[in-house]
């Protein structure tokens, strides 16, 4: 059973028909109906008017173009066991012509959709011969018709019909606010060079604006004489296309689908302040009439496919391709260089950047941030790098290695950067004295706060440096270790700025790799050559510590930024990681859990952040967490879970 995930399958058919062929386009549409239950989809959307054709002209006049339609639905009907189907007809009602979409859910048809805005622009002249749906809802043919909201088995679903998309009010509106989750188009929208983009952009806003999911369908082919239909079909959340498409497919017809989440619908709307208040405004229109068609069964969707389809990395570009991946890392890079560049020049108070550049991967990414805002400084006209950043090797002698010293001074030395190594031997050792003598009688000091006077002695050395030198310290942690505290209070997440504390460890050390090659930093390659590791105990490193960071990240991102429960994120982790046993990455997700919920305590304490990502942990303006609670039941679940 999942704890927080309604995964549905949609689809949409492009489908080539010819006007008046009742036969032939039934034909087609049963093909492509059978291979999309075939393929487990739950929704199916087909296009505009596909079972009589679009470009019928006057021959709409004729009665029996809507009687044999009404026909042939039914005849269709028989076909939609065990799925729900969106089919395009026209209808006839008090001797007006209605362009509809009829929903057949589980072998019935439940209601239709008409359209309300008819295009007489351009090619279009469907004001000659069509009625415009006003408003409201009636009954046709037995069934009910109009605004309508479909109560399905697994969700709230409704419809539209092409042009209704592109309206300034368009029908959907109300529909969604009625509950809608899903919104289906069926479009005959004929074809005109790189017109996919502007329909891909059209439903991707409606998609955002409604909070809502949005399946387009559309004809493919000549219907009639003239008009060419591209096809295609697009699945889309308010976080990007899904699916997309063939355009101009040589074939009679194409499905293409996706595993949808509706509940990402629901917690999106839940939690948006903009929506809750444009969802309970007063209705100034009519309101949709939700039709309660849930009978019959639902088997969702399978995790295995709706993790296939997710992106390689939550954290990166969206797109795909090198110009995708090359733009998203350069304005991340810029936007943190002028953050960076900001904060310094608009407080006043600081004459230099002070970097504890440790050999690791976070410090090197602030040193190269902090050399670029340099470069940025007087409206970008630069300044002298070596007069406004210095950086210092605090080494402990039983635990920092040659290797990050070595990588640490080439890096500063190919930067410009004046760099120093000044010895925290001497300190820790009094350090830990104290911390004995404080605990005489209590216990031994543990191995944890030996590990953490380190830091702290750093971060108090690091303080004090910046007093006399009127420095600003970055703070080097990044947004993976915030999520499970992997700081230590009053060491290394303390100090002025925290550039990266909302970049995540896979993306720092994607960002090093693509900023060493756009910029030739040699010097880079011995950072990434070391493991990660604090360097605060023996062969420390901080994957055996916590877990993969490729795994850490994943889970990051589905429990805090999906609000998914800790069940739904293990089986997600499964199928994404299949390099890892599924016990182990079972234990990693409770961990990962009892060290997210249990350290917000530390993220309170946590420097002013740079906010580059839409996962924002930073408490004081972006997530608003308990400091105490329990998660026991959560890791009950966990436990119970099976794949």
Sequence with gaps: MLCGMRLIRIGTAAVSVKVGDFTGNLGRLREVITAAKSDGVHLLVTPELCLSGYSLEDRILWPDIARRSWTALHELAEHCRDISVWIGLPVQHRSMMYNAAALIHDGRVRGMVLKRFLPTYSIFYEGRNWAAWDAGVDEINGVPAGDLVFQLPFGLVSAEICEDMWAPE???????????????????????????????????????????????????????????????????????????????????????????????????????????????????????????????????????????QLPATFFGASGTGRDAATQYFDELFDALVLGLRDYFEKSGVFRRYLVALSGGRDSALCLVLAVHAVRAFNGGKGADVAEHIEAVYLPSDAHSSTDTRRAAEALASELGVPFRVVSIEDETRIATEKAEELMDGLGAVTDLARQNIQSRVRGTMMLNWANSAGGLVLVTANLSEAAVGYTTTGGDNQGGLSPIANVPKTLVSRLLEH??????????????????????????????????????????????RRRLALPDCWRIVVERHPDHDAEQLREWTAKFGKLFAFNQWKREQLPVSLKVLDLDLDPKTGFRFPVTQSIESELAELEAARL
């Design 515 to 560: 900023v060493a090659k756009r910029d030739g930093l040699a010097s880079i390659a011995n950072v990434l050559a070391i493991p990660p590791s604090a360097e605060l105990a023996p062969d420390q490193t901080d994957e055996v510590d916590l877990m993969p960071y490729a795994v850490l990240d994943d889970l990051l991102y589905l429990f805090a």
């Design 170 to 308: 368009p029908p959907a509106r109300e529909r969604v606010l009625a509950g809608a989750e899903v919104i289906c188009n069926c479009s005959a929208s004929p074809f005109t060079p790189l017109k996919q983009a502007t329909r891909i952009r059209r439903v991707q806003q409606a998609a955002e604006n409604y909070a809502c999911v949005y399946a387009y369908a559309n004809l493919l082919g000549l219907d009639n004489s003239r008009i060419v239909f591209d096809g295609g079909g697009l699945v889309v959340t308010p976080e990007g296309v899904q699916a997309e498409g063939e355009l101009l497919a040589k074939a009679p017809w194409t499905l293409t689908h996706s595993v949808v989440d509706l509940d990402e619908v629901k917690r999106f709307r839940s939690e948006n302040t903009t929506w809750r208040e444009y969802a309970t405004e007063p209705a100034e229109h009519a309101e949709a009439e939700v039709i309660d068609a849930s009978d019959g069964s639902f088997i969702p969707a399978s995790v295995s496919d709706y993790a296939r």
